[in-house]
């Protein structure tokens, strides 16, 4: 099955840093990745949809400035988190979606990050 | 606005019972509605999805029921064990390959399983 590697698993930063989190698909090409956001004991929240090779899309109350996502490749997209805080700090998950297949959405094991 | 009720928050079964989830969504331009288990730390991972072309399917101890007028969907853990205890998600979207829509998630529910 459809398969997304996400790094780091787990990171720690000072506040005013910015931190990059990586998600590779690795037996398909994920045409559309998903970034979501989880809160402890919430839900998922969507942030940011992005498509390989154009600007992504951002939801509503998400600053496009502070999560910088880039899609370059159909197997590599990266969500940046510039000038951290420690509200910032979340579980951040992605999802690739390959439109030729019916895997459904496939997501990554998640980033935690605590900004201190 | 919510787009995706779930309920209850949290649930408690006895081993070899059945776990019922039940989620009820208002978008009725949804038509992909997977169900995710997650542990904690850990990424969701997809246990059972249907399309609204039916009303159950049922992959070994997973069944998922759907009402498409009534919008509601709900899952069914048959013969529950302790592996089972983690939280659940429902979810719902335009279905995957024919659109970018993204999953709008129910709020999860906590389930444990007592030995």
């Known amino acids: 099955g459809a398969v997304v590697s996400q790094h780091p698993s787990w990171v720690i930063c000072k506040s005013g840093t910015s931190v990059k989190i990586e998600c590779r698909s690795l037996?398909?090409?994920?045409?559309?990745m998903f970034w979501y956001r989880q809160f402890p004991k919430q839900s998922l929240m969507l942030m940011a949809t992005s498509n390989e090779g154009s600007k992504a899309t951002y939801e509503q109350g998400v600053e496009k400035d502070k999560f910088l996502i880039n899609h370059a490749s159909l197997t590599l997209s990266t969500l940046t988190v510039t000038s951290a805080h420690p509200e910032d700090s979340s579980f951040y998950i992605c999802?690739?979606?390959?439109?030729?297949?019916?895997?459904?959405?496939?997501f990554g094991s998640g980033t935690r990050l605590t900004v201190v | 606005q919510q787009q995706v009720k779930q309920s209850p928050q949290s649930l408690i079964v006895q081993k070899g019972g059945i776990s019922i989830i039940n989620c009820a969504y208002e978008n009725t331009a949804f038509d992909y509605f997977p169900w995710y288990q997650q542990f904690p730390g850990k990424g969701p991972a997809l246990l059972i999805a249907?399309?609204?072309?039916?009303s159950e399917k049922k992959e070994g101890r997973f069944t998922i029921s759907f009402n498409k007028s009534a919008k509601q969907f709900s899952l069914h853990i048959m013969d529950s064990q302790p592996g089972d205890s983690a939280t659940y998600f429902c979810a719902a979207s335009g279905s995957p390959g024919g659109g970018a829509d993204g999953l709008t998630f129910g709020k999860g529910t906590h389930l444990i399983i007592q030995p």
């Open positions: 037996d398909f090409q994920a045409t559309t």
């Open positions: 249907i399309r609204p072309d039916v």
């Open positions: 999802s690739g979606e390959d439109r030729g297949l019916s895997f459904g959405y496939t």
